[in-house]
């Protein structure tokens, strides 16, 4: 195939060349910016795996001991405990769901907040992060711990242990999702007369609630799971019943368990994405 | 030779686009005229497979386009290139990988994905860059450029496909009047110059006489009109536009034509 355009950019690659040097010989710099960086995370791997004595020899028996504990695994059984673990599993779904409703709720105020583009006071703004920052930088397992012995055993601790730890991981997703909204509707209700409150009500809210919304039923789901971890420390829910039956070696019970919680995320993720297709709407791709 | 029988797409309980048998092709600019909804761009974007016929076939040069798969499919959207309203560039990458994009057909995945074009794809990219006098801001972002400067980009990246037919969906939509005549005279000249057909949704009826040397009209999805532009008269106008008629046929106060061509077209 040699149409026009490609005769007449042969015949004159030379004046090409002249006239757009860097294109054809472009600078080194990039190109040699990115295989460092590429060489450099690969050695700080090696470094960091030779550092933890990193063993193929110790996976290898790790999984003959694996393999012997799915064996003991087969087939799972409740033994005579099904109502106890039904009981501890809504337990922890009641954890998951009322910590990450109080987290977003408390974050969304303080995301918006914390993002550049609303608030413009940048000592109010430099707090805020910092904070949030904080509050995330301490593991749910670790509030879990905290709360246990501020409030007590049991699954209100566990429920601020979530709510805690995911205040500050909500705040950061809001506000970073509120940063990158589109500009120009804000303007529009600037333009139209409009306030602060109103610029983030009808200008930023409407493009970010769809992201929110989606983050927040990924949590729910996340913490189902989070919320098994917590439960080993005292934190109420199926977890006790987990870390007990593993303890004992209860394979059985064990696998009963694990099937249990995996069956019960399955069911959330399909609730939640039912869910965000009916708020969010279905976008229908029908051209004029 | 592009041959359309009995082309239909249902949207919904919508029927956008109601049994049209067209032919297109050797090297003329056609262009599709209707209202806003009437099915021009099901209409294109049905010929790209954006949009999958509910009914009827199209051929190209006896190939029926609409049962092609995988790497044919995207053999035969490299030979139909598509320009679009809204420019459909990558707003991060700069210009030339832009452009360059145009010639992933034809460059192995290994080189593409690694960004290892080969001088000759370069030059093919500069050389249509040039054609439209934007060579200069080859290596800016295509998000900094402006609307007229953003579609050019577009046409060069068509260009560079080597197609044998673009097929361009309202591309001065979203143009200012003097970046409408720079765009739609790059597309005259893709077609006058370089020999490539040129089929062109246009929603104003003064372009459409002015560029075209055929016009296909369609309302509600049907094909009521397929002739020279001359033969097109007020009344069918008024029939094609319906309500909108006196905004299109009146369209020259939004777009100043030179004296002599808007007497020549009218």
Redesign the interface.
Known sequence: ?T????H???A??GG??R??P???RPPPGPRVATVALIVGAVGLAICAMWWLEFSFDRIGSGLVQLGYFLQLMVPPSHGGKLSHYLGALAETLAIAFLGTLLAAVLALPAGVLAAKNVVANRILHFFIRRSLDTVRGVDTLIWALIFVSAVGLGPFAGMLAIAAADFGAFGKLFSEAIENSDRKPIEGVVASGGGELHAVRFGVLPQVFPVMLSQVLYYIESNTRSATIIGIVGAGGIGLHLAEEIRTLEWDRVAFLVLMILVTVAVIDFISARLRFAIIGRR?A??? | MLVLEGVSRRFGTKLAVDAISLEFGGGGFVGVIGRSGAGKSTLLRMINRLVEPSAGRILHEGVDVTALKGAELRAWRARCAMIFQQFNLVGRLDVLTNVLMGRLNKVSTARAVLKLWSDDDKALALAALEQFGIANIAAQRAESLSGGQQQRVAIARALVQEPDLILADEPVASLDPRNTRVVMDALRRVNKHFGISVVCNLHSLDLAREYCDRLVGIAHGRLVFDDVPAALTDSIARELYGLEADDVIEAPAAAPLPAGVAVAAA
Do not use: K, N, Q, T
């Open positions: 195939m149409g026009p355009l490609r007449s950019a042969l004159d690659r090409l060349e006239r757009h860097r294109i054809f229908v029908a051209p004029a």
